[in-house]
């Protein structure tokens, strides 16, 4: 069975330092990958995608996450966090050929002043 | 553009009570998928549509779920005899063709059921 596993449900870090939110899936197919970010009170919004073509993928607001096939991990990285940043992230995959995700529980990262 | 549009955005109602959920998607998507975000999870897959069709129905709980699109377009969520665990916010997204295509999500319908 495919699933997502997101290590962390809150992360906090200073304002400036490095984010690292991270996420393993479990899948018998090459996977397709992405995170979303949701902001209070807002819809999901697409940070990036992984869709088998390069392993680095960058994505928006400076994000971007590498995909290990040999860790089975994805995990999402930005050098140098911002206030805006704090938000809800979730790391998804594509089950099967109906395109419908899976999530994660989500990582909810705080930014310190 | 305009994005994908979810009403009402907040729902109270009985239990018992049969409550319809609306979603407007992206003009020209085919595809239409709803979600179901409980507090403190991520959102779990409810049903799938492409075009008016059901392509994929398997996340729904029980037969107190159903979804209809009859025109290919907007999509209504219906809930029969709820139940205080059918409290969620309910999302719907939309892409343009289907698998492997972007979803773009709208901002929820929190239900809530007293």
């Known amino acids: 069975a495919q699933s997502v596993t997101q290590l962390g449900s809150h992360v906090s870090v200073s304002e400036g330092a490095l984010v690292l939110l991270r996420c393993n899936y479990s899948?018998?197919?090459?996977?397709?990958l992405f995170w979303y970010v949701q902001y209070p009170n807002q819809g999901l919004q697409l940070l990036l995608k992984?869709?088998?073509?390069?392993?680095l993928v960058k994505g928006i607001n400076g994000f971007e996450a590498e995909f290990k096939k040999s860790e089975t991990s994805f995990h999402l990285t930005k050098p140098s966090a911002h206030m805006r940043d704090a938000a809800e992230y979730f790391c998804a995959l594509e089950r099967g050929s109906q395109g419908n995700l899976i999530f994660g529980k989500g990582t909810k990262l705080s930014v310190k002043p | 553009g305009a994005g994908v549009s979810q009403t009402p955005s907040n729902k109270v109602t009985e239990k018992g009570k049969y409550v319809e959920l609306r979603c407007d998607p992206i003009?020209?998507?085919?595809?239409l998928y709803w979600y179901r975000q409980s507090l403190g999870q991520g959102p779990e897959f409810l049903i799938y549509f492409q075009g008016t069709g059901a392509a994929d129905d398997s996340g729904l709980p029980n037969d107190r779920f159903f979804a209809v699109r009859p025109e290919g377009s907007v999509s209504t969520l219906k809930i029969q005899r709820t139940e205080r665990g059918d409290s969620a916010v309910y999302l719907c997204a939309s892409s343009p063709l289907g698998p492997t295509d972007t979803q773009y999500f709208g901002p929820g319908t929190r239900l809530t059921v007293l």
């Open positions: 899948s018998s197919v090459p996977p397709y």
């Open positions: 992984y869709t088998s073509a390069a392993t």
């Open positions: 003009s020209g998507h085919t595809a």
